[in-house]
């Protein structure tokens, strides 16, 4: 179990990652019957524009992540990976076509047309 999680005041994590209130729901849906009691947020290598997002339920935040609360619903995030999402907003989409989370990106200098690869 995580012993530093820091809990990021609410103005403070706004100005990390902005989760719309679609996102929470699909979260929370995700979550709902596990074991896992938030969502990991995360930058991979990899991708055709060098960067990947990466979601994933979680147990518990890891040692020294910070925890957004989302409505509730807390999303865990390394400090590593702050300066390449710091202000992204976070969606999701019930589209037929190209459903799913969404990143708005202001820090991507390039994406492609998957919508979960960028670079900075």
């Known amino acids: 179990m995580a012993e530093i999680a820091e809990q990021a005041p609410e103005q403070a ?4 990652i902005e989760v719309t209130p679609a996102a ?3 979260a929370r849906e995700v979550l709902k ?6 969502i ?8 055709c524009a060098g960067l990947q997002y990466d979601l994933q339920p979680a147990e518990q935040a ?3 992540d ?4 989302f409505d509730g ?14 202000g992204t907003r976070i969606d999701f989409s019930n589209a037929l076509m190209d459903g799913g989370f969404k990143f708005i990106n ?8 998957c919508g979960t690869s960028f670079g900075i």
């Open 13 to 16: 994590q706004n100005s990390i």
């Open 24 to 26: 929470v729901t699909k």
């Open 33 to 38: 019957d596990t074991a896992n009691t938030g």
């Open 40 to 47: 990991r947020v995360a930058v991979v290598g990899g991708g």
């Open 62 to 64: 890891a040692e020294g």
């Open 66 to 69: 910070m925890v957004l609360n």
């Open 73 to 86: 619903v807390p999303f865990f995030v390394n400090p590593m990976v702050v300066p390449y999402i710091k």
């Open 106 to 113: 202001p820090n991507a200098t390039s994406s492609c047309g």
